[in-house]
């Protein structure tokens, strides 16, 4: 069984690099298996699962077993963390074991390095690491430097140096249908494009009706609570369930005063009495149910209530929707009609939104042809210009169309030149 290494400083890729491996090798018929070694706290359960409370109870060793898979987990406690050598004997046989972390062990590594940091390379600090996998073109080192996006390559680098294969693979060129390990994986191309790309975008100062599928800037925040105050939700009467309680007969006398939405008055309701309110009035003082006025029988001076009223029920008390000083909207949410409605609910009339990315855009080729004109036989219509369009329309990018460039390069450079004096993208 052989032992082969991944080593690198935080967030450079390692776990990445040791699933493409993995997958790599086993794809070539070898049987792996990994070591991931964790500086942190790490449990495959939690707090609360049948198996953290057989562990917690004081069990030395849990096994957890499900239809697919079992994990044996063995308590520490007191003792020291085992090391690697004690931990390799726990494997079935295989071909290879891939190690991810324990810098300090013995087992030839690679040093994974996406990006210099102040602390240097591992390799100059650390025994027996035997190459660098990296996208940098110069690393200031005399180990075998691998192309991080080469998965094929790194891995006859593993297999040569374990034995397990003496001699290089042959393999095939890149072609379209079957490409060869040349060529970047999508996930290598776009964490490069997210290393390039500058978020950094302006925003504006928008009326309310105006921000609709923008990005909001600022967070907002509501400055009071809403509802500002406790009101009623439906055209009915209020009064306190605890007085209906103590009437037999379920009826109530009717305050000569009411309710209405608006008004400025603060009412309150007379002991063993009901008041009629309208929907959106504030709740009378005293008052903690509203019955709706289609299922009470009113007489001159009195209501009769039905037996099976809900107590507490039809009004909303002050603050139920959001408190003040809470967030309502989160920085980077794109505003829908609903925003729109809590925006204004809050009585919020311009929000801080940042500016639509500007996106230029053009197709490039002698043998491409707008649509609607007369097309030769080694032509082709402008496909991709309106796929493209219409995509970041969807994305709510202000785009800019430039047509379709001849394939020149005098050409093509102004038009960049031009496109990037007040573009975002290209």
């Known amino acids: 069984m052989k032992v082969f290494g991944v080593v690198g400083w935080k967030n450079n890729g390692k776990t990445t690099l040791v699933e493409r491996l993995i997958s790599q090798l086993t794809s070539m018929g070898y049987k792996v298996s990994s070591v991931k070694h964790a500086h942190h706290n790490v449990d495959i359960d939690e707090p609360g699962r049948d198996s953290y409370r057989h562990r917690a109870a004081g069990a030395k060793q849990t096994l957890l077993a499900t239809q697919h898979r079992w994990a044996l987990m063995r308590e520490h406690r007191e003792q020291d963390p085992p090391n690697l050598e004690q931990l390799l004997p726990l494997f079935e046989p295989c071909d290879i074991v891939i190690v991810e972390g324990y810098k300090g062990a013995a087992h030839p590594k690679l040093e994974i390095i996406r990006h210099l940091n102040k602390e240097g390379l591992l390799a100059d600090q650390m025994p027996n690491i035997v190459a660098l996998v990296t996208d940098q073109p110069h690393l200031p080192s005399d180990l075998p430097q691998l192309d991080l996006n080469n998965i094929q390559q790194i891995t006859d680098f593993v297999l040569q140096h374990t034995g397990l294969v003496t001699t290089p693979a042959v393999h095939e060129v890149n072609d379209c249908?079957?490409?060869a390990q040349q060529l970047q994986t999508a996930e290598t191309v776009w964490q490069g494009m997210q290393a390039l790309a500058s978020t950094q975008v302006k925003s504006q100062t928008?009326?309310?009706d105006q921000c609709m599928n923008r990005r909001l800037a600022e967070a907002l925040t509501t400055p009071y609570d809403s509802p500002r105050f406790d009101n009623a939700a439906v055209d009915g009467y209020a009064f306190n369930c605890n007085d209906l309680i103590q009437q037999p007969d379920a009826t109530l006398p009717l305050m000569a005063t009411e309710a209405n939405a608006g008004g400025s008055e603060k009412l309150s309701l007379k002991q063993g009495y009901c008041m009629r309110v309208l929907t959106g009035a504030q709740m009378p003082k005293g008052a903690n149910t509203v019955v709706m006025q289609e299922d009470v029988h009113l007489t001159n001076d009195s209501v009769t209530f039905p037996s099976h009223y809900k107590a507490h029920s039809n009004w909303?008390?002050?603050?139920?929707?959001?408190?003040?000083?809470?967030?309502?909207?989160?920085q980077g949410q794109l505003i829908r009609p609903q925003d729109i409605g809590l925006a204004a609910a809050v009585g919020q009339a311009q929000l801080r939104v940042y500016n639509k990315v500007r996106v230029a855009l053009f197709s490039t080729g002698n043998e491409v042809y707008e649509l609607g004109q007369e097309l030769p036989e080694d032509g082709i219509y402008d496909v991709n210009r309106y796929l493209l369009k219409a995509l970041l329309t969807s994305l709510h990018c202000e785009v800019t169309d430039l047509g379709i460039l001849a394939d020149d390069f005098s050409t093509i450079r102004t038009a960049l030149d031009s496109a990037s004096q007040d573009h975002q993208l290209i």
Do not use: F, M, T
């Open 177 to 179: 249908y079957s490409p």
């Open 206 to 208: 928008l009326a309310l």
């Open 316 to 330: 909303r008390p002050q603050g139920e929707d959001v408190k003040a000083g809470e967030v309502i909207i989160n």
